[in-house]
């Protein structure tokens, strides 16, 4: 018999448990999460939560105009949740392995043509940190938080490596180009510790856009409209491929 617990009784359970063996960032996506979930579907007992909820949370999200990835980050979320209370034996099944994610419209990379790059350089030359996030990343290809991730014990100036810490802690090692190399080299001088401390991903985001958008590179309404038309074109042919969707949407722009 299932111990009677209600939602915000576990929400609290969860995240004390969570902070001790999470990363910050991830604790926090489950509180943003969970906090959705416990809004939408009220303070019920955890064991007669069930796929009903599950579902009316996805469609009550969807009426207040959330985008589908948002909604499927906190499905990911809410499921590893109801997992760890199938496990501690609040419940006896997971509702949310019988509902699946909502889909996604996936969108081609946009990649910036060496005048672009040239062109972002020079717009933030006079902004050092956020120069510096952006010429590392550029010049290395990692994520924003493997970059805020990074240390100066990461760092083989001898040898010309980086260690990255990335994925569930996953690790590899990346050459440092001439560039990557002047600006650590200045970067770590008398510095222990984080090289680009002070920095959370969401900000390099919010600047990000903003700057794309000041420079007239944000051309996402244009590529979405791109998109939708493509799809349309092949959408009747039962033999489209990656490779026709690109094709036609390269057309497209030309």
């Known amino acids: 018999k ?9 929400i609290q359970e969860y995240l004390s448990w969570a902070e001790k063996i999470k990363s910050y960032e991830s604790v926090r996506r489950d509180k943003v999460a969970l906090n959705n979930f416990l809004k939408i579907i009220g303070n019920k007992p955890l064991r007669i939560i069930g796929i009903r909820d599950v579902e009316k949370f996805i469609t009550t999200c969807l009426d207040l105009g959330r985008k589908r990835s948002g909604i499927n980050v906190d499905y990911r979320h809410l499921k590893a949740a109801f997992n760890k209370a199938r496990e501690w034996g609040y419940i006896k099944e997971n509702p949310f392995t ?4 909502l889909r996604e419209e996936k969108k081609p990379p946009r990649f910036l043509s060496q005048e672009e790059v040239k062109k972002v350089l020079e717009a933030i030359k006079h902004d050092k940190d956020f120069y510096d ?5 550029l010049e290395t290809g990692c994520r924003r938080q493997e970059v805020l991730n990074l240390e100066v014990k990461d760092i083989d100036f001898l040898n010309g490596f980086i260690r990255i810490r990335g994925k569930g802690n996953k690790e590899r090692v990346i050459p440092m180009t001439n560039r990557v190399r002047s600006l650590l080299e200045k ?7 984080k090289v680009f401390p ?4 969401d ?12 420079l007239g590179m944000d051309d996402s309404p244009a ?7 493509t799809c349309e074109k092949v959408k009747e042919d039962r033999m489209k491929a990656r490779i026709t969707f690109y094709y036609l949407l390269t057309k497209k722009f030309g």
């Not at 996030?133 to 990343?137: G, M």
């Not at 002070?198 to 991903?201: C, E, Q, R, T, V």
């Open 187 to 193: 970067r770590c001088k008398n510095r222990v510790g």
């Open 203 to 214: 900000t390099i985001t919010k600047k990000w856009h903003k700057l794309m958008k000041k």
């Open 133 to 137: 996030i952006i010429l590392f990343t």
């Open 198 to 201: 002070l920095w959370h991903k």
């Open 2 to 10: 299932q111990e009677k617990i209600n939602l915000s009784e576990f």
């Open 98 to 101: 019988k509902v699946k994610p």
């Open 223 to 229: 590529l979405d409209a791109a998109i939708k038309e």
